[in-house]
Structures are given as structure tokens and as C-alpha cells.
């Protein structure tokens, strides 16, 4: 049987969880939701897949790759509008030989047996299949032919209300639920349990009943641990802290001093400060989700809740040489800038550091320096005033901007960038060198983004490197064919 899987990625109720993923990306017991649900469906023989996907659709396709980590065969659709995820289904659907499908959501999990499963399957029956609070789980068994019977603008509402005349209900527990925070958090409860079928991290041991811990974790002797609990991995528990019950700390996250955490889910690269008392929450980031209040709140003290930026060691030593080699090249134009500062103005624009999030008022800004003509109206553009970028090399050295990234942006610049160009603009890095620069893009928007978002996904050292000396090849080319103007014959 084919199986279907919705993964939209774009759910409302967690929208500040979803910046910088799509939701069947996020976590249960730090695992993705997605893998979840490929780990119960490829354990009952389904072995054909077909993902319709939308936001953040890449990084889907980037973490289940061709299927065959899993060993199954996987096709991607891409949806547009994420409101009618069933529109791009019906029509991929005319192609199919199967008579039933097996419909599956990117979101949700019910809790039933292989054994139910498979004779569900064997001897298939239209049904759809509801969790106790009468919420559709997403999940059934359709025929084929009644997927032809949809308007191209259905929605989820739609969808179901069509198809429930037809079909049977089935009515199953939920495994994992994820339409609320509150759903998100009790998800991973749930999986502490026993009775739970999820399979853990393969990283992940018993220390202990009910005590789940990850490698590379740091557990001071004074650390109280309360079952059931979960800490990922790359995690640090510090002095006198208290964990668990019901309690789930995916990787790389750091718990400080005398903190109490309880009944709450902690997301990775989280941050959480001296002495806290956390019950009944999420935390991801500086984001802290108080779910029986149903409330939101972005702390701004970094040392309460924030953010562990993943740190590369090769990152490091590489933005390192770039600091040393910009510092070598400002002693030697040391001359030329002293020059300059004579006959000009040094001009300060502020521009967003980058990588930012998606919290506006988290975002940190610096100067960006260049040279301006003291006399002159208008700015002048860099190819009428070509030692203009000169000072840039100061925030290179700061650490401020690279050799090779994107172009610098003002706050308002930003936030006017469409969607996508905006999310991959504020995962990518600055750069003096861009890549428009070098291939000579003109002022047209989607060669701007095609640009941005190409470096952004190609973006390290060695291929900075390539761009790298691709620019000085330009440059040497255009000082030898002046110097060649200079002095040829005429």
C-alpha cells in the first residue's frame, strides 16, 4: 500500500516554534516527528511513500534525504498553499494504480498495535481515523478514486467533511499530537511511559527506570534527577538543579545553577539561568510558553533564557584567519586610508548582524563603514568612487563582516524582504564579496534572491574560498587590461 504523508509544516498554534523549522521537524523525545512516524510505518512493511510538503520544504527532504536510511522509496511533492494541502494530491493522484492509500499527517501519531495496523491494511477499509476528543488525527484509509471527487481549494476542514459521508471511523489514542503547545508538550510525556511505542534516540540509554540520558551529557554529583525524564544529548546539568518529573531536555542544552524544571519541555540550544523554577512550560530559546496560561513571553535577559549558538571549531579558526589576513591588508593600504581620510568622509550605516532569528527584538545591528566625498550631493555609486569600501575592512577585522557572505541590510530592508528571501537572508552571513557582485546580477529581485539563496545553501569555507579567488582573478584581470590601456599602442 502507498502511503501518503501531509507534512505542511505550517501550523498556526505553533508558530513561534517555527521559524527556523517546519513542525514535523520538531522533537519528540529528541527525535523529529517525522522520523517517528517513518519508524512506525516502515516496521509495518510499507515500503512507498509520498511526502507533500510546503514550508521549510527543504530541510524535510534535507533530513530524510532519497529514503534509503530507512530503506523505502520517497517522492516529494511541493505544495504552494499550504491552506489546501489536498490540491497538488489530486492531482498527482490520477496517476496512481492503487486502489486505497494509506493517508498519514506529518504531525500526528495515533496509538495503535503493528498487529491492528497491519490487519487494518491487508484486507483494506475506507476509514478515518479520530482521536477520542473527536479531533481527525489525519490519518486513514482512502480510496484512490474518491481523492478525484475534491475541489482544487479543499481545505483540511473540507477535506474531512467530504470524505467522513463516505467512510468509516475508527477512533485510536494519541501517540503524538502536536495541534497545541500543550499537545507538543504532552507529546513527549507521553513517551516516557512504558506503554509508549516510540523508539528512542540511539544515543540515548536508561540510566536509570523512567531516567533517559543521552552521551555527552554533564551531570553534577548535586544533581537531583526525578523520573520520568529525558536529557538529550551535549546537555549540561549544573550544581544543585532539580530535573524531572516529567520532564524532557532535548541536546545541547545547559541548565544552570539551582534550577527547578518540572512538567516542561525544554527544546535544544536552550539556555536556562541560575535559580529558575520552571512547571508546565516550553522553552525554546529565550521563548518561554506558560501552557496553562496559554501565554508567550521573549525573555531579553540573556542570563534568565537564551539562545547556545552551535559553535563549529573549523568556524572558529576560519573566521579567525579571515580577521588576521583583513588586519594584514589594512597596515598595508594604511597609506591609501590615511589618504583618503583627508579628501573624505568615513560614514557610518547601521546594518543587522547576521545570523539573526526571527525575534525583532533580539536583533543586533552595527556600523558599516565606507568612504563618502565631503562636497559631493548624492551618494555616488561604488563604480564612480572605487576605493569606497576601503573601511570595510574595519568590521572585518571586528569580526563584523566576512570576506565572502551577503550583502549588508538595514533593519527595514529586512523586514520589507519577502518571506523565504527573509528566512534564508537571516541564516546566512555578511560578506565584502557577494556573490551577485561576481556574477554581475542586475537590480532584478529574483536574480538578487537566486544569488542570496544560493550562497546561503552553499555557503562554507571552501566554497567562500572559490568566490574568494574568483574575485581577485576579476580584479587582476581588470588591472592588467588598464595597465595594457595604459601603455599600448594606440
Same mark, same amino acid.
Given at each position: 500500500?502507498?502511503?501518503?504523508?501531509?507534512?505542511?509544516?505550517?501550523?498556526?498554534?505553533? !508558530?513561534?516554534? *517555527?521559524?527556523?523549522?517546519? !513542525?514535523?521537524?520538531?522533537?519528540?523525545?529528541?527525535?523529529?516527528?517525522?522520523?517517528?512516524?517513518?519508524?512506525?510505518?516502515?516496521?509495518?512493511?510499507?515500503?512507498?511513500?509520498?511526502?507533500?510538503?510546503?514550508?521549510?520544504?527543504?530541510?524535510?527532504?534535507?533530513?530524510? #534525504?532519497? #529514503?534509503?536510511?530507512?530503506?523505502?522509496?520517497?517522492?516529494?511533492?511541493?505544495?504552494?498553499?499550504? *491552506?489546501?494541502?489536498?490540491?497538488?494530491?489530486?492531482?498527482?493522484?490520477? #496517476?496512481?494504480?492503487?486502489?486505497?492509500?494509506?493517508?498519514?499527517? #506529518?504531525?500526528?501519531?495515533?496509538?495503535?498495535?503493528?498487529?491492528?495496523?497491519?490487519?487494518?491494511?491487508?484486507? +483494506?477499509?475506507?476509514?478515518?481515523?479520530?482521536?477520542?476528543?473527536?479531533?481527525? !488525527?489525519?490519518?486513514?484509509?482512502?480510496?484512490?478514486?474518491?481523492?478525484?471527487?475534491?475541489?482544487?481549494?479543499?481545505?483540511?476542514?473540507?477535506?474531512? &467533511?467530504?470524505?467522513?459521508?463516505?467512510?468509516?471511523?475508527?477512533?485510536?489514542?494519541?501517540?503524538?499530537?502536536?495541534?497545541?503547545?500543550?499537545?507538543?508538550?504532552?507529546?513527549?510525556?507521553?513517551?516516557?511511559?512504558?506503554?509508549?511505542?516510540?523508539?528512542? +534516540?540511539?544515543?540515548?540509554?536508561?540510566?536509570?527506570?523512567?531516567?533517559?540520558?543521552?552521551?555527552?551529557?554533564?551531570?553534577?554529583?548535586?544533581?537531583?534527577?526525578?523520573?520520568?525524564?529525558?536529557?538529550?544529548?551535549?546537555?549540561?546539568?549544573?550544581?544543585?538543579?532539580?530535573?524531572?518529573?516529567? $520532564?524532557?531536555?532535548?541536546?545541547?542544552?545547559?541548565?544552570?545553577?539551582? /534550577?527547578?524544571?518540572?512538567?516542561?519541555?525544554?527544546?535544544?540550544?536552550?539556555?536556562?539561568?541560575?535559580? %529558575? /523554577?520552571?512547571?508546565?512550560?516550553?522553552?525554546?530559546?529565550?521563548?518561554?510558553?506558560?501552557?496553562?496560561?496559554?501565554?508567550?513571553?521573549?525573555?531579553?535577559?540573556?542570563?534568565?533564557?537564551?539562545?547556545?549558538? &552551535?559553535?563549529?571549531?573549523?568556524?572558529?579558526?576560519?573566521?579567525?584567519?579571515?580577521?588576521?589576513?583583513?588586519?594584514?591588508?589594512?597596515?598595508?593600504?594604511?597609506?591609501?586610508?590615511?589618504?583618503?581620510?583627508?579628501?573624505?568622509?568615513?560614514?557610518?550605516?547601521?546594518? *543587522?548582524?547576521?545570523?539573526?532569528?526571527?525575534?525583532?527584538?533580539?536583533?543586533?545591528?552595527?556600523?558599516?563603514?565606507?568612504?563618502?566625498?565631503?562636497?559631493?550631493?548624492?551618494?555616488?555609486?561604488?563604480? /564612480?568612487?572605487?576605493?569606497?569600501?576601503? +573601511?570595510?575592512?574595519?568590521?572585518?577585522?571586528?569580526?563584523?563582516?566576512?570576506?565572502?557572505?551577503?550583502?549588508?541590510?538595514?533593519?527595514?530592508?529586512?523586514?520589507? %524582504? +519577502?518571506?523565504?528571501?527573509?528566512?534564508?537572508?537571516?541564516? /546566512?552571513?555578511?560578506?565584502?564579496?557577494?556573490?551577485?557582485?561576481?556574477?554581475?546580477?542586475?537590480?532584478?529581485?529574483?536574480?538578487?534572491?537566486?544569488?542570496?539563496?544560493?550562497? $546561503?545553501?552553499?555557503?562554507?569555507?571552501?566554497?567562500?574560498?572559490?568566490?574568494?579567488?574568483?574575485?581577485?582573478?576579476?580584479?587582476? $584581470?581588470? *588591472?592588467?587590461?588598464?595597465?595594457?590601456? %595604459?601603455?599600448?599602442?594606440?
Amino acid at each position: 500500500m502507498r502511503a501518503v504523508i501531509i507534512a505542511m509544516g505550517d501550523n498556526p498554534a505553533l !508558530s513561534s516554534l *517555527l521559524h527556523y523549522k517546519p !513542525s514535523p521537524l520538531l522533537h519528540v523525545v529528541d527525535k523529529p516527528i517525522i522520523f517517528h512516524i517513518l519508524d512506525f510505518l516502515t516496521g509495518c512493511k510499507i515500503a512507498k511513500y509520498d511526502i507533500f510538503l510546503c514550508h521549510h520544504a527543504d530541510m524535510i527532504e534535507t533530513a530524510l #534525504g532519497n #529514503g534509503d536510511r530507512f530503506g523505502i522509496q520517497l517522492t516529494y511533492h511541493l505544495v504552494r498553499n499550504p *491552506l489546501y494541502p489536498y490540491s497538488t494530491l489530486r492531482t498527482v493522484s490520477k #496517476g496512481w494504480k492503487d486502489k486505497h492509500l494509506l493517508l498519514a499527517s #506529518g504531525e500526528s501519531l495515533p496509538k495503535i498495535s503493528k498487529k491492528t495496523f497491519l490487519a487494518l491494511t491487508k484486507h +483494506p477499509k475506507p476509514t478515518m481515523w479520530f482521536f477520542p476528543t473527536g479531533v481527525w !488525527s489525519g490519518w486513514g484509509i482512502i480510496p484512490t478514486e474518491e481523492l478525484s471527487k475534491l475541489s482544487l481549494n479543499a481545505t483540511p476542514t473540507d477535506f474531512q &467533511s467530504a470524505l467522513s459521508k463516505n467512510l468509516m471511523r475508527e477512533e485510536f489514542s494519541p501517540l503524538i499530537e502536536i495541534n497545541s503547545m500543550k499537545g507538543l508538550k504532552n507529546s513527549n510525556i507521553r513517551a516516557l511511559f512504558p506503554s509508549s511505542t516510540l523508539h528512542f +534516540p540511539p544515543t540515548a540509554h536508561m540510566a536509570d527506570h523512567s531516567v533517559w540520558i543521552s552521551r555527552a551529557v554533564s551531570l553534577h554529583p548535586t544533581v537531583t534527577l526525578k523520573p520520568p525524564l529525558f536529557i538529550g544529548e551535549n546537555c549540561q546539568i549544573k550544581e544543585h538543579a532539580v530535573i524531572g518529573p516529567y $520532564t524532557v531536555i532535548e541536546n545541547s542544552c545547559i541548565v544552570d545553577v539551582g /534550577s527547578k524544571i518540572s512538567n516542561t519541555l525544554v527544546l535544544q540550544h536552550s539556555y536556562i539561568g541560575q535559580k %529558575l /523554577s520552571l512547571q508546565k512550560a516550553i522553552v525554546d530559546r529565550s521563548l518561554l510558553v506558560n501552557i496553562p496560561l496559554n501565554t508567550e513571553v521573549h525573555i531579553q535577559d540573556d542570563f534568565i533564557l537564551s539562545e547556545i549558538p &552551535s559553535v563549529s571549531p573549523l568556524n572558529i579558526v576560519y573566521k579567525g584567519l579571515q580577521r588576521l589576513f583583513a588586519c594584514i591588508m589594512f597596515i598595508a593600504i594604511l597609506p591609501l586610508f590615511l589618504c583618503m581620510l583627508i579628501s573624505c568622509r568615513l560614514k557610518k550605516d547601521p546594518k *543587522l548582524f547576521l545570523p539573526a532569528g526571527y525575534n525583532l527584538a533580539r536583533w543586533r545591528y552595527f556600523q558599516l563603514y565606507s568612504f563618502e566625498k565631503k562636497n559631493q550631493e548624492t551618494a555616488l555609486p561604488n563604480k /564612480s568612487f572605487p576605493f569606497k569600501r576601503i +573601511p570595510i575592512l574595519i568590521n572585518v577585522i571586528r569580526g563584523e563582516v566576512n570576506f565572502v557572505g551577503v550583502m549588508p541590510r538595514s533593519r527595514d530592508e529586512v523586514i520589507n %524582504l +519577502p518571506p523565504d528571501w527573509k528566512h534564508l537572508y537571516l541564516i /546566512s552571513k555578511l560578506g565584502l564579496i557577494t556573490l551577485s557582485d561576481l556574477d554581475n546580477v542586475t537590480d532584478s529581485l529574483d536574480e538578487c534572491y537566486a544569488a542570496d539563496a544560493y550562497y $546561503t545553501v552553499h555557503m562554507g569555507a571552501l566554497f567562500d574560498l572559490r568566490l574568494f579567488f574568483k574575485w581577485l582573478k576579476i580584479k587582476f $584581470t581588470q *588591472l592588467f587590461t588598464s595597465i595594457k590601456g %595604459l601603455y599600448g599602442n594606440p
